[in-house]
């Protein structure tokens, strides 16, 4: 079976400390991953998605950015943290078939910026 | 585009129904609903994919009027259990991604 992998579950970091939290995936092959935010109490933000090893899609410009470097590891990493980059974060994976596949999400990384 | 999700909180009694809609500004091909509980990963709930499909699983169920270009959630006779925040999400056209409405809050009291 398939399962999702999301470290580490709480960091607190000072603002303009770097960042990395990283993603893996087991139990299937070439998976569509993302990387979601949600600012408490708000909505899910799709912050980056990849359909494949280097291949990166962003979708919001900011100082974040994401890495494919396997399969089914997925980073994001920041060079500077700012405060309005606190927020629970999702890595989350799907079939690579079509649209309708349904996502599985980890169990989320809440990142507190001081 | 986001998908727009009403109301953005209800709060029930158990035993109570309610319907959360979502609705989009451009066609829309299927729609997912997902829940998360507080502090927790957003679970997997169902996804509707032809234009008048209607799901269910227990007492929520779903329909999405593709012509209308909006899908309702509707939890009938509510438990404590089905507290926490509802999300739908639309693929975007021509890519690999979900893009989710803002939410609705549900709270359940005894």
């Known amino acids: 079976s398939q399962t999702i992998h999301q470290w580490p579950a709480t960091l607190v970091q000072p603002v303009g400390s770097p960042l990395s939290l990283e993603c893996t995936v087991e139990?299937?092959?070439?998976?569509?991953l993302y990387w979601y935010r949600q600012a408490a109490g708000r909505g899910l933000q799709l912050l980056f998605y990849?359909?494949?090893?280097?291949?990166i899609s962003s979708e919001v410009p900011q100082n974040l950015s994401a890495s494919r470097p396997q399969d089914r590891q997925f980073i994001l990493s920041s060079k500077k943290l700012l405060l309005s980059d606190s927020g629970f974060y999702l890595c989350?994976?799907?079939?690579?078939?079509?649209?309708?596949?349904?996502?599985?999400f980890g169990s989320g990384t809440q990142l507190s910026v001081l | 585009q986001q998908p727009v999700q009403s109301p953005q909180a209800v709060i029930l009694r158990e035993g109570e129904d309610a319907v959360i809609n979502c609705s989009s500004s451009k066609a829309l091909y299927s729609v997912h609903w997902y829940r998360q509980k507080h502090g927790e990963a957003p679970v997997f709930l169902m996804i509707?994919?032809?234009?008048?499909e209607q799901k269910g699983h227990e007492k929520i169920s779903a329909s999405f009027n593709e012509k209308k270009q909006q899908s309702s959630l509707y939890l009938t006779a509510s438990q404590l259990s089905y507290s926490g925040t509802y999300f739908c999400g639309t693929p975007d056209q021509g890519a690999q991604k979900l893009v989710f409405g803002q939410g609705t809050r549900l709270t359940i009291n005894p």
């Open positions: 139990g299937t092959s070439n998976p569509n």
């Open positions: 990849s359909v494949g090893i280097g291949q």
């Open positions: 509707l994919l032809k234009g008048g």
């Open positions: 989350a994976w799907s079939e690579d078939r079509d649209r309708n596949e349904k996502l599985f």
